[in-house]
Structure formats: C-alpha cells, structure tokens
C-alpha cells in the first residue's frame, strides 16, 4: 500500500427517470436498483463475477431496506460473494459513493467497484404518527391479552393518518423549493434566466439521446426507454405560463420566479457507474472513461449562518481548485447539478461575485465565470429529473463519456448540492 | 418444447382422435441435446454409380461415435439415419441404384430418422447426361422427404471434386437433431482449409460471436444456443429493446450492445466496440429484422424504406465495415444471414419483406469468394414458419395452417433456426459458403 492510484470510470447504467406515480409506481427502490446493477452486468459482461465492494444508498428508504444494496447485488447477476453497503449523504448519495469507491480503488483496498443510488417518491415509506408508534410498541411487547386490549383502547381515530415524507429541512421547516426561492432571490435570479437554462438543458438532453449518447448509459425499464420528464419540445413561451410553485417565505413584495418547469419535479429511478484501476479494466478488456481526480465536501450553516441551503459546493470548489492547482476556467465541462434552474445560476454568480469570494470564500480574488457552452452539455436534472441518490451516478458516467469523447486530457467538473446544506464536487478526467 | 397441436397428437386421447378424424399427426421431432450420442441407432450407407465418399463417410460417422451397419435386413436392426454415395453416377440408369438401396432402407427407418444424398453437383457435369443423372437426385430427395413419416428428414449435399474434407461438418449436422427442422434441402460445397479437432459439445468455444435483434424471438435463441456451444455472445438490439437484451445477455454470459443497426455510425460504432472489447470478432449472425406488411399498390415510402434499411441495408453496411477494419473479422470468420421463406416464394403482402430477404440470398452467394479468399464463410437461413410471440398472436387458422403446411406438419422453433445458424457458425463448417439454408420442415411455399 505504498501509493496511490487514480480510480478509472469504465462505464455506467442508469434506468430512464420516471415522474413520481407513474411509471415505476409499483417498483420498489431495491427492484431499481436490482435492475441497473444487472444493466451493468450485461453492459460490461460481469455476470457472476465479483468486483471489489457495490456503494450505493437511497435518501428515501424503507426500514426493511437497511441492507439495500447488498439485498440488490445478492438478487443481480453479480457474484452473489460481493459485498456491499448503503449510503446515505441526501442528493450527494451518488457523487459520495462514487468517491468512497474510487478512494478504496486508490488505495489498492480493491480493484474495482460500482457505486450507485436509487431513489422512488412513489414506493416512499409512511411512518405513523409517533402517538400511533409508541401504542403499537407497548402492544407487540404486551405479555397477556389484557395488556393488549388496554393498549388498543388507547388507539384514537386521529392517530390513523400516516406521517408522509415531506421535501422539506427539518430544522427550518421549509421546503427545499422554498430554500432556493430565498437564495435565487438574494442573488437577484430572474424568471427568465431560470426558464432559459431549463429550456437548455431539454433541448441538450433530446439532442443526446438523438444521437445515440445515451445507447450505452441507459438500459430500459419496465417500458420506459427514456427519461419521462424530458420535454423536447419545451419552449420559452411555454414555461413562462406556468405559476410560481415556491416563495412562501420571500418578504413581501418579492418576485417568486420558480415554477415546476424550472425546479426539478419528484421522480423515480437509479443509476450505477464501475469504477477501477486501469489494470483491472485491462485485465477485463474495458475501457476506461476518465479518471476521478479528486473530491471535496463542504457543508453551510443554513440555519442560522445566514447562507442559502443549496450553497454548500460554492464552497467546496475553491478548496479542491486549490490543492489541484486549478483555476474555475481550466475545465473542458461542467456538470453543475439543476436542483433547480436557480441553484445553478446563483452558484455561477457567486463564483463571479468579488465581495462574495472574499468575504465567505476567503478569496483573494473571485473564481470568476464559466463558459456557458460548456455547461452541462448533454442535459442536467432539470430535462431528466432528479432521483435524489441516483443523480450522482448518471452525472459521473455521462460526464467520463463526454471527457472519453472529447479525447485524452479533458477535464470536467461535477458540483452537486444536497439536502441539510451539504455539497459534494469532485473533478474527473480524460 | 413443441406446439400444443403436437402435444395433444402425441398424447394417448389424442392419437385416437387424430386417427379417427385423420388429422395431421406431427411427431416430436428429435433435437438436440449436449452429450447425447449423435444419433439414436446405427447408419447404413449405400452407394450409386462408383461412389468415392463410402469410406470418408464411414470415419465422419465413427469419428462422431456413431456405427455403420454393413446391411438393412428385413428384420435386423433398424438404422436411424440412411446414407447413399450416389457421387460417380453419370447417367439416369444408373439411378435405379438409387431405389434399389434406399427402398428397403427408409421402409425400416425409425422415428425422427435422416436420409442423406450425396453427389457431385450438376453444373460440374461434363456430360448432360451425367448433369440429368445428378439433377434427378434432388427430385428423388424432395420427394422423399414428403414421404417420410415420423419427423423424419431428407436433405442432399453436392460435393464438388476436391470438396472432400468440407464433408464431416454438414453430415454430422444433417444426421443431428441440429437439423431437426431442416428437410428437403440441398447444399452444395466448396473446397476449403478445413480445421479439425474441435469440441464436438462446444464447437464455439473462445469464439465471439454478435448477434443483432437478440433481445426477443429467434435472436435470443441463436444467443442461447451460441453461448451453449461456446461462444462469447455480443447481443446487439435497438436501445428500447434494452431491458429484454439484458436479460438475454446475463442469462447466457455475454454482453449487451444497444445499438439502432440502421444508424448512420452503427457500423463504425460496432467496428469499434469489437475491437475495443474483444480484438475482433469470430461470427456475426445479422438477425434482427422487421416486417411492414401492406399490399404494394397501397404501401408508402416509409413501410418500405424501414423495412429496407433494416432487412437489408444495415447488413450490408456493416458486413463492409468489419471487412474494412483491419483485423477485426478474425481469420475463419463467419457471417450469417438471416433471410426468409418469404425472401423464396414471395408472399402478398410484403413485397418490401419478400424484397429485402431474396436479396440477402443474392448478398451471401456475390459475397461467398470473396470471403472464401479470406478463409472465412457467408450464408443465409431462411426460416419457414417459426412458433414465436409474434406467431402466437396470429389469429387462430392462419397460424394452424401456416404451421401444417410442410413435410413436418408442423411450425418449427427458433432454436431449429438457431442451430442451423451456429452450425455454419462453426471452424469446421469452412466448406459451406454462398449457401442459402431454409428452416422450414420442407414448406410448400416456395419449394
Ligand atoms: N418468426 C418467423 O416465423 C420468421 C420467419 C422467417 C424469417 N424470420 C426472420 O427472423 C429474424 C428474427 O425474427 P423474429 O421472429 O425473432 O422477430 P422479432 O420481431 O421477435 O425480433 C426481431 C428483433 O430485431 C430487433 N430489431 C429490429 N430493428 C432493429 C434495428 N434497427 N437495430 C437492431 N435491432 C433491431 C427487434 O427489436 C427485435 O428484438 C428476422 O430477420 C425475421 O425476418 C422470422
């Protein structure tokens, strides 16, 4: 173990994104999962084949799926000698798990991985109210049927009504839409700029999986062949009739400008990538993608720090930039996660603002723009959706392809925000 | 495995009511299995005219397992498979040695039997004589073939001069349930380098194999049965195809491509993923394929054009491509062409079909010396009537008389299609090129 080696990306799988309810209303997070492991399986032809560990996690997640994962690799073609753990860092679940993998892979810890995440809002689990919940304990470990029929009586027909998941910050209260609706009003972020970005990311989508980019990224499932939530044919016009959705908590007078076209709608699905060393890829006659560099969490004091939730990556890139020696303007791509239109354009204006850099990044000078042109190229969450645990994985494969594509050298930037005021970056390349 | 018509012909209360009401009675045919002996009994060979195969035919039978019977008595053992040399005959009266050996013969022939001619092929005749004596054989064999009972089949295989050593793999095909649904045929050899000592079990073995329209039908079947005999199998289908293709490609240990065949850098994409993953490639069976049946005076563009660009385009860009990528179709290399009995006889309805799958019959035999010249095969199979989903949902009559409309009286299965396709898959069938093999139970249609 005496040095390190940069992780391989080889390739990855994802079934298309479908909106909540709909078409995978009746699959569960482990049948997703299950499905796009054997995906890779056949992509890559690791059938009955053992890789070094399987990373994945879900945000939303039955009490019954505590071993999510290794349930899934044990019901894959995978050697059933795999093994396997669940994480769990909300939005940044599938960027994380990549990291986990590849840093193993770094240390010669194992050869080769997969790294994944999946996500239903459909199959979500409901808790019962804690009332409900404290009876119905008191009643399993009741010793004699008196104990039982007392602990029933308590029972109130109020209790009955399930505790679903909500989308929203348990210290604050708030929406995470509601979040960014604050932020994207403190950095002075237009409708239209929102509607622009969301009609881009469409149209960039539609045109990938026109030309076939994404033949080997996306195997089918359960009738689905792509993305439910992409739109083609969106327009300018047709987003700017939609009404706001979030701005609850604006101050008075304040413009809410996020609709559900320009915020990413709830969704369904999951996504894996195999990462290795290059000598692993070799021995199997695999390609290898792109490399991950390097990585870096940032978490932000939301709740009482005065920064916006979804600012965490803000932070995260200064730091790795800095100890790669990089500037913002040395990538070939970048893969700025759409939560929503919004949080992508009050990261960018952030990393231009002077004041900003210096004073919360500790900068000298601001990271500066990016070329738009560069921007999440073949369409980001806006145009797919956004299963919370699954993004991670598609962006990670779909950025190592267009790196791979582009040619040797090519440097691309991933920056996602997650839930609870956290953000994972990382920096990958050809 | 086989239809339910069959089934209930084949079971107790109804082979008495199939008797009595003199319905169709298809037998179960004999097909292969792995490790089961070649054939069920012994093989009795005969010859007309000078014969100069007995003695090749006698080792590629013992070199096989199986065991030759010096003679059929009328009550010796029966034999399973009926042999006749009928190379060196030059004229039609020599043809009655022809009956005179193969009438007792079939008349003691079991179930699921094969009866297999050989002779020189007609058009090498120096005489019209001789060509008439030869021609003569392929009546008597179809004919043959439509008097056999019991799932039994005749096919005929010309051997030109020099052609010897291409025999072992098509008689070993032809006397084994791998030809289970093949009936009627006629083949004719080309000398060639033919490579011995492969795995009788896992002829495929270390070879690569793609398969295109693999997700589903007979696509899947041929994977299974390549990956069966050895093979590393690359199923290719379109990407919406993807969930099933998967499935296919984890069940036999292969891997799955999805790719549109009919896309502008489909080849070059297929080309490079060959050489990419596996160096290059062994065996490329072109199955995928679509029907867009409307009676021609009604059709428009687009029915035609798809059914073009799929049937036929598609094979023939990237059967281009792999031989102008250096060395990725390997030395030996095989290419199978899936055509149809519609491609034969025609059929109302799919001039566009009919069109796109005659023409791959003229593709393989144009290509055929060219890749002769690389020691490497191109053929065609043409299936008859195969019980598949897409069968399956054919109203009821349609589907009963296309499936009893040949020698076999019955549909035959995709893996009769997909035996025959890894049979020329295979190094030793390096003497079959240029052919068209139909998989039909000796149809009516087109024969
Ligand atoms: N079923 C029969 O009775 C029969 C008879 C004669 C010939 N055939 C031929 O056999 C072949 C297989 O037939 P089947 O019955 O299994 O049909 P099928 O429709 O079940 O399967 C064909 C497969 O080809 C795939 N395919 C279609 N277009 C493609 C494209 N552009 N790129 C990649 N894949 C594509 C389809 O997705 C499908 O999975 C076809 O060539 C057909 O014409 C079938």
Known sequence: ?430 | MADWYTNFANSGFGTTVTKQLGLPRPAVLRRYEPGRPLLPGPVVIGSAGSGRLRETLTRVVTDAGGTVLPAVEPDGEKPAAVLLDATGVTGPGQLVAAHDFLAPAIKRLRASGRVLVLADPPADADSPATAAARQALDGLVRSIGKELLNGSTANLVFVPEGAESSLASPVRFFLSGRSAYVDGQVVTLSAADVPTGEDADRPLAGRVAVVTGAARGIGAAIARVMARDGAHVVAVDIPAAGQSLAEVANEVGGTALQLDITAADAPARLVEHLRERHGGVDVVVHNAGITRDKLLVNMDAARWNSVMAVNLQAQLDITEALLAAEGVLRDGARVVCVSSQSGIAGNRGQTNYAASKAGIIGMVRAWAPAFAARRATINAVAPGFIVTEMTANMPFGTREVGSRINSLQQGGLPVDVAETIAWLAQPGSAGVNGQTVRVCGQSMLGA
């Open chain 1, 1 to 430: 173990m005496a040095t390190t080696r940069k992780a391989a990306i080889v390739g990855g799988n994802r079934i298309p994104f479908a909106r909540s309810n709909s078409a995978y209303a009746q699959a569960s997070n482990q049948d997703m999962l299950t499905a796009t492991l054997d995906g890779l399986v056949a992509r890559f032809g690791l059938q009955g084949q053992q890789v070094g560990e399987v990373v994945a996690g879900a945000v939303l997640k039955h009490a019954r799926d505590f071993n999510l994962t290794r349930e899934s690799v044990l019901g894959s073609a995978l050697d059933p000698r795999t093994p396997a753990y669940d994480v769990q860092q909300a939005c940044g679940t599938g960027l994380e798990a990549a990291v986990l993998v590849a840093n193993k892979i770094a240390l010669g810890q194992i050869d080769s991985g997969i790294a994944g995440g999946v996500d239903t809002t459909s199959d979500a689990p409901l808790a019962v109210g804690e009332d409900l919940r404290r009876i119905l304990i008191s009643l399993n470990s009741a010793k004699t049927v008196q104990d039982r029929l007392k602990a029933i009586a308590r029972i109130r027909p109020g209790m009955i009504a399930p505790e679903i998941p909500r989308n929203a910050e348990p210290r604050t209260g708030l929406a995470m839409g509601e979040h960014a609706q604050l932020t994207a009003h403190e950095w002075q972020i237009g409708r239209e700029e929102q509607d622009e970005l969301t009609v881009r990311s469409h149209q960039n989508m539609a045109a990938a999986y026109e030309r076939g980019f994404f033949d080997d990224l996306v195997t089918p499932f359960l009738g689905l062949s792509r993305d439910q939530n992409l739109r083609p044919d969106t327009s300018l016009e047709k987003l700017a009739t939609l009404k706001p959705v979030f701005g609850k908590a604006l101050p008075e007078g304040a413009e809410a400008t996020m609709t559900a076209g320009n915020s990413t709608p709830l969704t369904d699905g999951a996504s894996a990538v195999l990462l290795a060393s290059d000598e692993w890829a070799a021995e199997h006659s695999l390609p290898v993608l792109a490399h991950l560099v390097d990585a870096q969490t940032a978490a932000v004091d939301y709740v009482h720090g005065g920064e916006g939730l979804l600012m965490a990556p803000v932070y995260a890139v200064p730091t790795m930039l800095a100890r790669n020696g990089l500037t913002l303007q040395d990538f070939d791509f970048y893969e700025i996660h759409e939560a929503f239109a919004s949080t992508v354009l009050a990261t960018m204006k952030a990393w231009e603002d002077p004041a900003y850099c210096k004073e919360k990044l500790g900068l000298d000078a601001p990271l500066g723009s990016i070329d738009r042109a560069k921007l999440n190229v073949h369409g980001s969450s806006l145009a797919a959706g956004h299963p919370f645990a699954a993004t991670g994985g598609r962006i990670v494969a779909s950025l190592a392809k267009t790196l791979h594509e582009a040619g040797p050298g090519k440097r691309g930037l991933i920056s996602i925000c997650a839930a609870g005021g956290q953000g994972v970056v990382a920096i990958l390349e050809s």
